[in-house]
């Protein structure tokens, strides 16, 4: 079945640093891929998405590349925040089969200022 | 500004009592969907409806669960009786069908004692 595989967190950085969360993804057909971020306290919200291959997706310095020879989509910022403290999802929907999105497990970014 | 909102907040309640969590989807949204969240499991999809019709329970613990929609601006979440083990904070989630990005509520943070 479809699946998400991100790595595991704590993530602690220190505030400027180049941050990458790596995400990749098992799934029938091309899905679209997204990156969620939940701060404290909150639900989650959309922080970016990619439709088809080779789509970069970008939203407040994050960015994020949908590879499909790697089925990857690694969430990069070059230089952190600590507001940037969350955690974040990575995530792909089911293709139009139904309205499900699968999120895998996030991933939790402290920075430190 | 739009936004997905959830009541109550917070909810503290003794194990067998019966708990109801109430979620206003964004007007017009034809799809919602409830969420568990806790440390162990991360992010459990429980159920979703589109225009109002229950697509998928799967995830939801029959015996004790129930999800429905009395009214395109109403989903409810009930649990009775309700367990420590179902302490957790519950998101709830709405959008268009077929669609691609789900706007998350708040949360309600449920602890059963």
């Known amino acids: 079945g479809d699946s998400v595989t991100q790595m595991e967190g704590p993530v602690t950085l220190s505030e400027e640093a180049f941050l990458t969360i790596n995400c990749t993804y098992t799934a029938t057909g091309y899905p679209s891929l997204f990156w969620y971020v939940q701060y404290p306290g909150e639900g989650l919200q959309l922080l970016l998405k990619?439709?088809?291959?080779?789509d970069k997706g970008s939203n407040k310095g994050f960015e994020a590349t949908y590879r499909k020879e790697t089925t990857s989509f690694h969430l990069e910022k070059g230089s952190v925040q600590v507001s940037d403290s969350a955690v974040y999802f990575c995530?792909?929907?089911?293709?139009?089969?139904?309205?499900?999105?699968?999120f895998g497990k996030g991933t939790r970014l402290h920075i430190l200022p | 500004d739009a936004r997905v909102t959830q009541t109550p907040r917070d909810k503290v309640t003794e194990m067998g009592q019966e708990v109801t969590m109430r979620c206003q989807p964004i007007?017009?949204?034809?799809?919602v969907f409830w969420y568990r969240q806790t440390m162990k499991q991360g992010l459990e999809l429980l159920a979703y409806f589109r225009n109002r019709a229950p697509l998928d329970d799967s995830g939801m613990p029959k015996d004790r669960f129930s999800a429905e929609m009395p009214d395109a601006t109403l989903a409810t979440l009930k649990i009775q009786p309700s367990e420590p083990r179902d302490s957790a904070v519950y998101f709830c989630a709405s959008g268009f069908a077929l669609q691609e990005t789900q706007y998350f509520g708040p949360g309600t943070r449920l602890l059963v004692l």
């Open positions: 990619a439709t088809k291959a080779d």
């Open positions: 995530a792909l929907n089911r293709m139009n089969r139904d309205d499900k999105i699968i």
């Open positions: 007007l017009g949204h034809n799809t």
